[in-house]
């Protein structure tokens, strides 16, 4: 499998491969998108130089297109953002060649809000110190995130061809150290094309996936708990997938976090200490797994 | 007690116009630093003047690194001599602002060994980044406190500003030199008695003797600098009518008096020529008390023919000999030192003026930091020559004779000369509002308490931009942060904050989230700066509570530089 970190707009991941239009809906995971300007357009062409996985060598081009659309609405009240993105991933070969990537065109775009208020700047106490005083916030019920995404995918031979439509959401609030940081997603995949299901006489059925993922930081005096919970499930995968496992799932991972910050050297930092269980099923993998890990934290300073 | 007579505090910031830009390149490349190297520094300066930003080490080596990584001529440099090692690799690779501070710097260090192989000291990133550590610094106090921390606690510096003034400079130019004004100001108060302020002065601003005028009466400013190269004539008649207010209220004056250093044109560069102030230096204007900042040159000192007849040199030491206040200064003499036959020159021909009566109180120690930092540490400067010279004859030059020239008495029990006076006033004035306890000689001179109650520089209350920063933070701190107060927690890192938890699957969120907040609440009170609209801003604000690097003195800083904040809440 390729992986392809989009130039701008789409900041996820995005996994293609023979299976493309099987496995891909869970992992795609846009984020609220980030700009460097307030509307950017971004482009490339290449040619290539191909070793397909067979072996065979050819010529080819590659174009890439990328546009970004951001804004912000910085009010006092409820302030926002929203992004648009678009991005195009065209490869053409000479001759037929076995590539995992071959041509994608998506768009996605998602809105965020701040659930909180700012208090007007001449409240703030004259005393940096005082208890008593009105912070920035008047209240803060962290951020609400929604976003739709839309994809097309075919393979360089296009022999393998599908549509995607997905929709997320997102909420977290880092003032409240309980509540659960959410992203749900929903993903909905209808293959338009596909030699690989044809041979093994599977229709083009559509399927649907969704993904429920929570995760909660709990600080308590030197320790922090980490806690990452999901479940997926999905609907109207051919029979042989379900059998494998691939059409539900629950994941827990559960992390004890030792906060030291002590320096090791002129450049080095140890950071903590953390021991974690990690028990169920990932969207990306059809069995159950569990294991515990003790690991020790170094960064640079 | 010691003085650098010739030190420069400026951050790059308050300096940095298209006009600086050009000439502090133009600089580079005179000084024969290679030309991949002053375009990813033009580069630098250029992001800088648009959107000027607070980075600290780390973020400096990559910008600098990544400006090295788009121009061709670097590439082929590496190929050339580093194309084999991995290093190559990690230069080349991209996603540099990612790597930490000491890869960065094992691959800066590799790049200026090569160069300072070839092409000797001074011309190498490695001697660039660290002047640029100096010129980056948030504020003009910490620039200071670099330079103070390697001297003794009584010794003291001139702090020459510096006025790149172009006729047609933008209004954020003009405030970019305000802020050089009260920044140099606000060094004076936090470090009293040992950052001796000189206003910059430049006659094409309009309001140039205005500014002055209030910076010696007002402000504890105790001389002026002047830089002719940068496109004026001594004998410009408003440049007369400064002279005459500096004789009547006993000013000091130094000028940029060499073949270096900054120039608006090449033939600008005569504009320092001393022969322009024997016509000046007439009548009453003899009296004057104006330094010769250079020497001419290191070469006056250094070679053979370096005082004869129609060198800068020798004009120089006639006008110290004829004039009673006509003083010289050492700084930035380098050169000399790649010679033994001319450091041999320089040292003998110094002892032998010290031994002159006329001369030996008339020549002054200066450093020229921290633009010295291009060739070597301040410290370097200093030790260099305390080892080429006997205790006697450096004790002349770096206390004896500054004292004299910045108005101490030349006998114990006389009175302090009015520039001083003027000086040790608005110290007393201030005396429960400084920011450090005060140098001996201060203290002695007002003999009364002073109160060190100061908030550090740029973490002041008072100043909108830390207000905002604060009371934002302050909702995300532990009560055990909080209970530490406004000045412990000027140091307090985004990544100690309740926020920080970058595992959480909405961390980009949350990030955005802070930001958003953040600008709102600094958007109720100011409009945005210096080319940053609602995107840009999102976009660093967002970028550093991602990274959570840097502290809130920091956050501080780049909010600062993104809202045109007025300085002081009303």
């Known amino acids: 499998m390729t992986r392809v970190r989009r130039p701008g707009g789409l900041a996820g991941v995005l996994w293609v491969g023979l299976g493309l239009a099987l496995a891909t809906a869970a992992a795609v995971a846009p984020v609220a998108g980030q700009c460097a300007a307030s509307s950017e357009l971004w482009w490339s062409a290449a040619p290539l130089f191909v070793n397909d996985t067979d072996g065979r060598r050819g010529l080819g081009g590659e174009a890439l297109l990328s546009g970004c659309r951001m804004g912000h609405d ?46 007007p700047v001449d409240t703030l106490s004259n005393d940096p110190d005082a208890d008593t005083s009105a912070g920035a916030r008047a209240f803060d019920y962290g951020f609400l995130g929604v976003g739709g995404y839309g994809r097309f995918e075919s393979s360089a031979d296009r022999k393998e061809r599908a549509v995607l439509f997905g929709a997320e959401f997102r909420y977290a609030n880092p003032m409240w150290p309980f509540a659960p940081s959410l992203v749900a997603t929903w993903d909905w995949v209808k293959p338009t094309s596909s030699r690989a299901r044809a041979a093994s006489d599977l229709g083009l059925d559509s399927y649907d996936r969704w993904t429920v993922r929570g995760y909660w930081l709990i600080p308590v005096r030197s320790v922090t708990v980490e806690v990452d919970a999901a479940a997926f499930g999905a609907r109207g995968l051919p029979s042989v997938l379900d059998a494998q496992g691939w059409d539900s799932g629950e994941y827990v991972r559960a992390t004890l976090v030792w906060q030291l910050r002590q320096g090791l050297s002129r450049h080095f930092v140890l950071n903590g200490v953390t021991v974690a269980y990690a028990d169920g099923q990932l969207p990306t993998a059809p069995a159950n797994r569990h294991a515990v890990t003790v690991g020790v934290e170094v960064g640079s300073r | 007690m010691r003085i650098n007579v010739h030190a420069h505090v400026f951050t790059l910031r308050t300096i940095l116009s298209r006009e600086a830009v050009r000439v502090i390149t133009q600089r580079l490349r005179d000084r024969g630093v290679r ?187 105790l001389g002026v600098k002047l830089y002719p190269s940068l496109g004026y004539e001594v004998d410009d008649p408003a440049l007369l009518k400064v002279y005459e207010y500096c004789l009547e209220k006993d000013v000091p004056v130094l000028l940029h008096c060499g073949h270096g250093g900054f120039y608006r044109r090449q033939e600008f560069i005569d504009y320092c020529n001393p022969d322009h102030w024997i016509p000046v230096l007439q009548g009453d204007l ?68 010290l031994r002159d009566a006329r001369l030996q109180k008339r020549i002054l120690f200066g450093t020229d930091s921290w633009l010295l930092r291009l060739d070597m540490a301040d410290v370097v400067y200093w030790r260099y020559f305390q080892h080429h010279m006997t205790a006697g004859d450096f004790d002349t030059i770096a206390g004896r004779a500054p004292r004299l020239f910045v108005g101490f008495p030349e006998a114990a029990g006389q009175p302090l000369r009015a520039n001083l006076q003027r000086y040790v006033d608005y110290m007393t004035a201030h005396r429960e509002e400084v920011g450090a306890e005060p140098a001996a000689w201060l203290a002695e001179a007002v003999d009364l308490d002073f109160v060190a109650s100061r908030s550090a520089a740029q973490w002041n209350y008072d100043t909108h931009a830390v207000r905002c920063t604060y009371q934002f933070a302050k909702d995300l701190m532990s009560n055990a942060q909080k209970a530490k107060g406004f000045k412990v927690n000027r140091a307090l890192q985004l990544r100690d904050l309740s926020y920080w938890r970058p595992r959480d699957p909405n961390f980009d969120g949350i990030c955005q989230h802070n930001a958003r907040l953040l600008l709102a609440f600094c958007r109720q009170i100011a409009d945005y700066a210096r080319g940053y609209d609602e995107v840009g801003a999102m976009s660093v604000c967002t970028d550093v509570f991602r990274r959570g690097e840097k502290a809130l003195v920091d956050l501080a800083a780049v909010l600062d530089s993104i809202f045109a904040f007025t300085r002081r809440m009303s």
């Open chain 1, 74 to 119: 910085l009010s006092t009240d409820f302030p926002r953002s929203y992004y648009l993105t678009g991005d195009a991933d065209l490869m053409v070969f000479s001759s037929s060649l076995t590539v995992p990537q071959a041509l994608t065109i998506s768009g996605a775009f998602g809105w965020s809000v701040s659930l909180a208020k700012v208090n």
């Open chain 2, 35 to 221: 030309g991949f190297l002053v375009d990813a520094v033009e580069f630098m300066l250029d992001d800088f003047l648009e959107k000027p930003q607070h980075l600290d080490e780390r973020e400096l080596l990559a910008r600098l690194l990544t400006k090295l990584t788009g121009i061709g001529s670097f590439s082929d440099f590496l190929e050339e001599n580093l194309g084999r090692l991995p290093l190559a690799v990690v230069i080349r690779g991209g996603g540099l602002d990612g790597l930490p501070a000491d890869v960065l710097q094992t691959a800066l260090d590799n790049i200026s060994s090569v160069i300072a192989e070839k092409d000797g000291v001074g011309k190498s990133p490695f001697d660039i980044v660290q002047a640029l550590r100096y010129a980056m610094k948030s504020t003009i106090t910490e620039v200071a406190d670099q330079l103070l921390d390697t001297m003794d606690h009584d010794d003291a510096l001139v702090a020459l500003m510096m006025d790149i003034h172009a006729p047609d400079e933008p209004e954020r130019d003009q405030e970019n030199f305000r802020l050089q004004v009260s920044g140099t100001q606000e060094a004076a108060l936090q470090r009293p008695g040992r950052v001796l302020p000189f206003f910059g002065l430049h006659p094409g601003r309009s309001d140039h003797f205005d500014l002055m005028k209030e910076a010696v009466e007002e402000r504890g400013f």
């Open chain 2, 286 to 353: 003899s009296e004057l008390r104006v330094c010769f900042a250079h020497f001419g040159g290191w070469q006056s000192l250094g070679r053979p023919d370096g005082l004869d007849p129609g060198t800068w040199g020798c004009t120089i030491l006639d006008l110290m000999r004829d004039k009673p206040n006509v003083f010289t200064d050492l700084a930035y003499h380098t050169d000399q030192m790649r010679d033994a036959a001319d450091e041999q020159h320089y040292f003998t021909k110094l002892a032998e003026l």
